[in-house]
């Protein structure tokens, strides 16, 4: 089937064809400063198909978050504006959609879960209320209906005793059991892709596997297009399908996630897999990436990264590499790709 | 000693009840009520502001005595068993003139407490949550009302829309409620615009539009409720504040009018027999104050028991 409904029983208008759930094409945001412009994303272009994990994957300030909140449509505006690029969902663009059937998106159709739970919960109410107001709000469903159905969302993330707990606040979870109440909200409407922001940064290690799984399993349940925020390597390993690994608003590298960690094709992915700790290698120095990334309003000319690379020449400094692929099923944007390769 | 046995009982049982329990003990508004429960102030002050309020809706309650009925070969006598406030100039019964004078204090401050609530809300939080040039024309709007000074505005529009003999009731006390009350919106506006920009920037205000709530959802539940406290609070002192301020315009003579009984206007009349009889000036004086310091102490208290700092 080419057009079938992105989600089986119901009444979504929206279609994806040949399982293509979202292209995001060139899109550029700028946020306007009092210091100046600064160019948050450069031109980022991905896809996600029904029932894949895309992990976008970068240090803090590469434009992974601002990118999910492009993507969600939550970036304020002033200051962030978006100069250019589409953001297609199932073939429509959401960018230029009309803010009113955009919202109505949100929650149904793409729905994002955030890093700090506790914050991202309102104080003031018990968390049923939050999960049931989703489909008070979008489903127009009553209050008793819609307490029931947020039992059973929070029986399906595993929250013990929930019939008793579903009067209690926020403060009253855990980390992990509020991480796992704003899951339930994200997919109480059956989203066809999820967002999550660096879901498990704020939690602790082991639960951080509990939830990384929960997802997992989740994803695989409803057949849902997975987005997945982080900067952390290990948790984006089991998970993800595919790796776009962002650095100063562009994607360095784009690949399948076995394919990048045995050999990746861009001299910044290469740093990052050479920095992560590991056992066998007890006793050794830590090899680390120098310097720092660059600031947003001063992007150096060609390669952002030629400031920070080893194998950087003189093209590098001139010449922006674009991203294209240097061997099936992976792109890279690196003048020398095939040497990182052949390294 | 009830909070002890609420403790005991969360603890002893289990399953459901024991859940429900512990649910309730812990939220804010529940310590809040424990807090002020043990606040002597909140007590006193409960206790005026509902004898107050009994008063206002039946002052027969509290007298036999017709306010309306004046026996003039009485006039200034002193307090007796027969009238207990004894009787002004006009042989009116002190005690029956208080206490039906209760009722357009009260109704003064609770009006304008609403209608400033209401206004200063809505335009705070729309300002607020808006931002941009309408947030600036706003608040240099309520820059404009904070120059003129309450009482002087307060005069100013009750001798541009004077009350005649044959004004009504409502007429006389509504003219009054609405001079205060658009002295009044601009603080409770900025207080609001100020509390609502503190809590939009919050992670739970970008999770629900994430999720997709409605720019009304999003005020309605995840705004006003984190909002709100500042706004009650200072309403509450407000509302002593406006009492008084009915008094104010009422002994200048342009509040309330007759035939509306009011302790503004009873001061007033009463500065003349000071030397003579002085019951007249002292009763309504009394009542006056307590009702002014009840609600003054009543915010206070609130106040205290909902700021975390002050435990």
Redesign the interface.
């Known amino acids: 089937m080419s057009a079938a409904a992105v989600k089986t029983g119901s009444m979504s208008p929206y279609h994806a064809q040949d399982g293509l759930l979202l292209e995001v094409e060139n899109l550029h945001v700028e946020f306007h400063t009092r210091y100046g412009v600064a160019k948050a994303i450069n031109g980022v272009d991905f896809s996600l198909r029904q029932g894949e994990c895309l992990a976008i994957l970068g240090e803090s300030g590469s434009g992974k978050s601002v990118t999910a909140q492009a993507v ?1 449509g ?1 970036l304020d505006m002033p200051p962030a504006s978006i100069p250019a690029g589409s953001v297609k969902y199932c073939g429509h663009d959401l960018l230029t959609m009309p803010e009113d059937r955009r ?6 159709e793409i ?2 879960i ?1 890093q ?1 739970a506790l ?8 968390v049923g209320w939050q999960i049931a ?2 489909f008070r ?2 489903r127009g469903m009553n209050k008793s209906d819609a307490y029931a159905q947020a039992i059973k969302l929070m029986e399906r993330v595993s929250i013990p ?1 929930a ?3 579903v ?3 926020p ?2 979870f855990s980390g992990g059991m509020r991480q796992r109440i ?1 899951i339930a ?2 997919i109480a409407l059956d989203p066809a892709i999820l967002i999550a922001d660096e879901p498990t940064t704020a939690l602790d290690v082991t639960v951080q596997a509990q939830i990384m799984s929960l997802l997992q399993d989740l994803q695989h349940e409803r057949q849902m297009g997975l987005i997945l925020i982080t900067h952390d390597l290990g948790v984006v390993a089991d998970v993800a399908d595919r790796i776009a690994v962002m650095y100063a608003g562009r994607i360095v590298e784009q690949a399948d996630v076995r394919d990048i960690y045995a050999r990746p094709a861009h001299p910044y992915t290469k740093g990052l897999l050479e920095s992560i700790p590991r056992l066998d290698l007890k006793g050794q120095e830590l090899a680390a990436i120098g310097g720092l990334p660059p600031n947003l309003m001063k992007i150096p000319p060609g390669c952002a990264f030629n400031p920070r690379c080893t194998m950087a020449q003189d093209v590098c400094r001139v010449d922006l590499p674009p991203l294209v692929e240097v061997a099936p099923n992976r792109k890279s944007a690196c003048h020398f790709s095939k040497e990182v390769l052949g390294a | 000693m009830t909070d002890q046995t609420g403790v005991i009982v969360a603890e002893g049982t289990t ?2 009840e024991a ?2 329990t ?2 309730q003990a ?2 804010l508004t529940q310590e809040a009520w424990r807090e002020l429960r043990r606040n002597p102030l909140f007590v006193i002050s409960l206790i005026l502001i509902t004898v107050f309020i009994v008063m206002a809706i039946f002052p027969s309650l509290f007298t036999n005595a017709d306010p309306n009925k004046a026996i003039l070969k009485l006039s200034n006598s002193a307090p007796s068993k027969d009238a207990w406030f004894g009787r002004d100039l006009q042989g009116y019964d002190v005690l029956a003139r208080t206490v039906y004078g209760a009722r357009a204090s009260i109704i003064v401050g609770i009006m304008t407490t609403l209608v400033t609530g209401f206004l200063g809300v809505l335009i705070g939080t729309i300002a607020a949550y808006y931002g941009g040039i309408l947030d600036t024309l706003v608040m240099r709007l309520t820059d404009i009302f904070f120059a003129i000074p309450f009482l002087l505005g307060g005069i100013l529009f009750m001798s541009t829309f004077p009350n005649d003999v044959n004004s009504s009731y409502w007429s006389v006390v509504g003219k009054v409620v609405l001079a205060l009350s658009i002295l009044g919106w601009p603080s409770i506006a900025r207080l609001m615009r100020g509390a609502v920009l503190q809590v939009k920037p ?3 205000v ?9 720019p009304w ?1 999003i005020i309605r ?2 705004i006003l ?2 909002a709100m406290a500042p706004v009650m609070v200072v309403s509450m002192i407000n509302l002593g504040a406006y009492i008084a301020a009915e008094a104010s315009l009422s002994f200048l003579g342009i509040g309330l009018v007759p035939p509306a009984i009011s302790w503004g206007v009873a001061i007033s009349d009463s500065l003349n027999l000071i030397r003579t009889a002085p019951w007249i000036l002292i009763f309504p004086s009394i009542f006056l104050s307590l009702a002014v310091l009840a609600f003054i102490m009543l915010g206070d208290a609130v106040r205290d028991a909902f700021d975390p700092k002050g435990r």
């Open positions: 969600m939550i919202r109505k998106t949100r929650g149904p729905s994002m955030f700090d914050s991202a919960l309102n104080p003031t109410f018990p107001e989703m709000e979008h005793a019939k008793e707990r009067k209690a606040y403060h009253q704003m909200m994200a | 399953g459901p859940a429900e512990v649910g812990q939220s919050n992670d739970y970008q999770a629900a539009r994430a999720l997709g709530a409605s959802r539940s995840h409720p984190n």
